[in-house]
């Protein structure tokens, strides 16, 4: 029996939870396990007062885990109903294939989101040294550090550049400082 992999859908914007609903209703089970929207909580500020906020990590993008991707692909292609899925990649004859996802991309996805990419990526207490340099981080932003490219502590957010989808992709990783405990 072949391995179950996850693999990308791309839909519109602001079509995510629909797309997602989609394939929940209009797909049978047996070929797929799971369809997830990965979500990341970023840190809001109103009048003085933290809040926490959750929003899409990747708008336009769903994720899909399958034992049976060829059987999933024809079964998403005949769905006229909306919101619909824009084209899948292409394989070596030029079919539409749907897109796995790396290995690469599902370490950095499993290891913010969880294993199943059930939980939004959470908050990242951080610790400054001199010249608001970050020399240390717990949570989901610990293992990109060295790879922040802008730091907003009003805002409390960073910014990461990190190699996913065989790009450089910026991912935008709320933060608290020490002093923030009441966030998180």
């Known amino acids: 029996m072949d391995k179950e992999n996850w693999y990308v ?3 519109y914007k602001d079509q995510e939870y629909e797309a997602a609903s989609l ?5 049978s089970k047996s070929l797929y396990s799971l369809c997830r929207v990965p979500k990341k909580l970023k840190v809001f ?4 007062e933290f809040r926490l906020v959750e929003e899409i990590m990747f ?5 899909i885990k399958t034992k049976r991707p060829k059987e999933l692909c024809e079964e998403l292609k005949k769905s006229r109903e909306l919101p619909r899925f824009l084209p899948f990649g292409r394989d070596d004859k030029g079919e539409e294939v749907l897109i796995p996802v790396s290995s690469v991309d599902l370490d ?3 290891n ?3 294993e199943g990419l059930q939980l939004p990526m959470g908050i ?6 001199e010249n608001r340099k970050v020399l240390k981080a717990r949570g989901a932003l610990e293992r990109y550090v060295d ?3 802008r730091l907003n502590l009003h805002k409390r957010f960073a910014v990461a550049e990190i190699p996913l989808f065989q790009r450089s992709q910026t991912v935008l990783f709320g933060i608290c400082l020490e002093q923030d405990q009441e966030i998180i």
């Not at 394939?23 to 797909?27: E, H």
């Not at 500020?45 to 003085?48: F, I, L, S």
């Not at 708008?59 to 994720?63: D, K, R, S, V």
């Open 9 to 11: 859908l791309r839909t």
């Open 23 to 27: 394939v929940d209703t209009a797909v």
């Open 45 to 48: 500020r109103n009048r003085g």
């Open 59 to 63: 708008p336009g993008y769903l994720f």
């Open 108 to 110: 950095f996805l499993q």
């Open 112 to 114: 913010v989101c969880g």
């Open 124 to 129: 990242t207490e951080i610790f400054l040294g």
């Open 147 to 149: 790879q922040i490219v």
